[in-house]
């Protein structure tokens, strides 16, 4: 019976070149170079492959494994038809055989590159350096436009047949379809309605995934570059005082707990989430909270006033060192935040997100009479006017005794600001 085996050469040298040999037990012992040659010490004789650490040894070992099968199978074909081959005469058919397999392969690869959903697969699957929401996005694209497909009774779309009319009816999809839930990488995530800024992203996407297979032997309608969405962004939510006050006074479930304290906590500092959620229990000190604002090069470390409303949440949670809060996604808290606001009885909780809080203490401290350059280096907004060479300790400290005496009195300041305006319509 025959059979192949792949060996070194030489296996007593300190480098060798691996074959592979074919033997029938009895005329036929065939040797064929594999190309391949490796240190004595990286071949394992029991199973057959490279243990290098050489970032190559993964794709040489495929590479062996593919061609000993190849090499097996051009001898048994060949003595099933009555011919003799040499090594040389194997080694030309295998080239002949990867060459057929290579054409299938890129035929294939080519069908896939022309489908949409396997392109928008493909992307999701590739290692990158993309952000997990950008990922997600991606991912979300891919569930509705699947589904719209299958409601269109479509099974494969290629990049060709992305008409100016195709993306028209999936925008009035987007527009319409209802909030549902999807899973990403084993985490449920709820489907917003979609707006139109999500949609904006959508048709990004596609154009992104469409310049990246262009070449590639078939046209892409030019309606998909053409095509977009005009992003429109809603109107700012602010909370007023009163609405905060009514968030501070709510009971809450436990479940719940966290989310409204990281709410609150962005409430009275001004905070963006992703800057809350890397804070350090290190970076609580000399009265302020110092966090890393990704958004300018011109402040790249911002200052923010601890008052009694941070100060209190800071103390439920400090600890010597690591992550000041525990992780809870930025999803999670809108979805737990609009829950408790609607509790609250405060009006349009569904507009209510993490970003509301950073708004709304921007509301509060103008409210207050605070000017535009103490409220920017608050909140670390880059204003063209101020750097750190004219602003010194003694106005930070300034600053920071205005804020905590403003946010202390907040509600007897507003009420004389009340009733000096009744007054003054009185008479």
């Excluded at 985490?187 to 990004?204: D, G, I, N, V, W």
């Excluded at 992003?231 to 905060?244: A, F, G, M, T, Y």
């Amino acid at each position: 019976m025959a059979s192949i085996i792949t060996r070194l050469k030489r296996p007593k040298s300190e480098r060798s070149s691996i074959v592979y040999q074919i033997r029938d037990g009895r005329a036929v012992d065939i040797v064929i170079p594999a190309g391949i040659s490796v240190k004595t010490s990286h071949w394992n004789t029991d199973k057959k492959y490279i243990m290098s650490a050489d970032s190559n040894s993964i794709s040489k070992n495929a590479t062996l494994k593919a061609d000993e099968k190849r090499a097996f199978q051009v001898y048994l074909d060949a003595r099933s038809n009555g011919v003799q081959l040499t090594s040389k005469g194997i080694q030309e058919a295998m080239k002949a055989k990867a060459v057929e397999v290579l054409e299938d392969e890129q035929k294939e690869a080519l069908q896939d590159a022309d489908d949409v959903i396997a392109q928008i697969q493909h992307f999701i699957e590739t290692p990158n350096t993309h952000s997990e929401s950008y990922m997600r996005g991606a991912y979300q694209l891919k569930q509705h436009l699947s589904r719209f497909l299958q409601l269109k009774g479509i099974h494969t779309l290629p990049f060709n047949d992305l008409t100016l009319f195709f993306l028209e009816s999936y925008n009035a999809y987007l527009e319409t379809n209802d909030s549902d839930y999807y899973v990403y990488k084993g985490r449920m995530y709820l489907k917003q309605p979609l707006k139109s800024a999500t949609r904006s992203k959508h048709f990004e996407f596609l154009s992104k995934i469409a310049k990246n297979v262009l070449g590639r032997g078939f046209v892409i309608n030019s309606a998909v570059f053409d095509y977009n969405v005009t992003e429109v962004n809603d109107p700012k939510r602010k909370l007023q005082w009163q609405e905060i006050k009514a968030l501070l006074a709510v009971d809450v479930k436990p479940h719940e707990q966290l989310a409204k304290n990281l709410f609150i906590f962005m409430l009275f500092s001004g905070m963006r989430i992703s800057a809350t959620q890397g804070l350090r229990n290190a970076d609580i000190a000399d009265g302020f909270i110092h966090w890393i604002n990704t958004k300018s090069n011109k402040l790249p470390t911002i200052k923010t006033t601890i008052n009694d409303y941070t100060a209190e949440i800071i103390r439920q949670y400090k600890s010597k060192t690591g992550l000041l809060y525990p992780y809870l996604s930025q999803s999670k808290i809108n979805v737990h935040i609009k829950t408790i606001a609607e509790r609250a009885g405060i009006e349009r909780p569904k507009e209510i997100t993490c970003h509301t809080a950073r708004h709304s203490y921007n509301q509060l401290l103008k409210t207050l009479g605070v000017d535009l350059t103490i409220r920017e280096m608050e909140l670390g907004h880059t204003n063209q006017n101020i750097n750190e060479s004219t602003y010194s300790e003694e106005d930070e400290l300034a600053r920071q005794h205005l804020i905590i005496s403003l946010i202390e009195d907040v509600d007897e300041i507003l009420a004389k600001r009340s009733h000096k305006t009744r007054s003054k319509f009185a008479d």
